[in-house]
């Protein structure tokens, strides 16, 4: 940090962040700004001269909109770029993790390029290359909505660059998944043979299950049977038997005759994402289906990422599992509206659901643990 010429110099040379007024201090300190003219006076409340300084440029900065405070327990995102089009965000929650949640705007081979550790699982709704836009398409009616509820900017891909598209962003998937990991991809069942072969062929993933999940209102044909359910293809990075693979049985499915769960893959008790009169993403998965792939693949503080982040379903499933999230979109708007979403809708949910767990705890504290009053 030499060449700074004096504190305001020093805010604006940090990269986006949390800091404490402690670290701005230490930053001058290492700077030298401290050693500058006057800078080891002491002023009328008994601090240096030079931390006066760094707090007037900090008020400066905050002014300038170039810095904001963060209270404790009340979230934030912090934004590398504008608004209107964030690059990189990262979600702020203390005294939780600073890190438990990250966005990048980009192409979902950039996204999971650019994840600096080892992935536990990936989860993936990529456009299923219908030609949904094609007004010959049978698909074409399946989304006839009020698109004033609609975010703008989802980007589709072209039928014929399907295989291409899919081998690619697999493939990096493949390498940034650490051993054992899971790959889950959710697609129409028209697309799910493909990207089974992709994670085969082109990422050397090992196949565990295809999962049906019901879909009541298949798109209605009389030249064919009713899809009325998409999939899920999940993968695994190494063998079938490796003892690096994760699985807990979802504590919500069947029960077998002698009590044990049933872990099908046949989901029928997963509700559609309809968000009735709330603004919604293109297609956005229920969060209950990603927290049942996310509880069943990985453990409590494991990296979980997702590069078609929609409207941020399997953030919102990460937050109330407590699993760390990492994710984007080629979209903007994508990362704008779930950012939204997190903070107007996830968190308030989390903290109630957080206060009712601990008037449950106080109850039970009261009554002692066979329900006579202690």
Not at 348 to 363: E, Y
């Amino acid at each position: 940090m030499s060449g700074l010429r004096n504190e305001w110099d020093l805010i604006r040379s940090l990269a986006s962040g949390v800091y404490t007024v402690q670290d701005l201090y230490a930053r001058a300190e290492a700077a030298g700004l401290a050693d500058r003219a006057g800078g080891r006076k002491r002023i009328q409340d008994g601090t240096e001269q030079y931390k006066r300084r760094v707090r007037t440029a900090l008020q400066q900065a905050k002014r300038a909109g170039r810095a904001h405070r963060v209270e404790a327990g009340q979230p934030a995102w912090f934004i590398e770029g504008t608004p209107a089009r964030p690059r990189r965000a990262l979600l702020v929650w203390l005294p939780a993790d600073p890190s438990q949640a990250e966005l990048v705007l980009g192409q979902a081979a950039e996204v999971l390029a650019s994840c600096d550790e080892p992935i536990g699982l990936i989860v993936a709704d990529p456009p299923w290359g219908l030609g949904r836009d094609d007004e010959r398409s049978a698909h074409r009616r399946v989304y006839g909505r009020n698109q004033d509820q609609v975010v703008g900017g989802y980007v589709d891909v072209d039928p014929a660059a399907y295989a291409d598209f899919t081998a690619e962003w697999i493939k990096v998937a493949g390498d940034a998944l650490r051993p054992g990991g899971y790959l889950a991809v959710v697609t129409g069942p028209q697309q799910a043979a493909r990207v089974q072969t992709a994670a085969e062929d082109v990422a050397g993933l090992t196949f565990v299950n295809s999962i049906c999940v019901r879909r009541r209102f298949g798109l209605y044909a009389t030249r064919r049977f009713v899809h009325s359910h998409i999939r899920v293809t999940l993968m695994c990075k190494g063998g079938y038997e490796s003892r690096q693979r994760v699985f807990h049985r979802p504590e919500e499915m069947p029960r077998g005759r002698n009590g044990q769960i049933y872990a099908v893959d046949w989901w029928e008790d997963i509700p559609e994402e309809r968000r009735n009169g709330l603004l919604r993403y293109d297609n956005m998965l229920h969060p209950d289906l990603a927290s049942r792939l996310i509880r069943s693949t990985t453990n409590p503080g494991d990296l979980v990422a997702d590069p078609f982040l929609g409207g941020g379903s399997t953030l919102v499933a990460c937050l109330a599992t407590g699993r760390r999230f990492y994710g984007g979109d080629v979209n903007p708007h994508s990362l704008r509206f779930t950012m939204s979403r997190v903070l107007a809708e996830v968190i308030p949910a989390l903290r109630a659901q957080a206060g009712r767990t601990r008037a449950l705890a106080r109850q039970l504290t009261l009554f002692g643990p066979e329900g006579r009053l202690a």
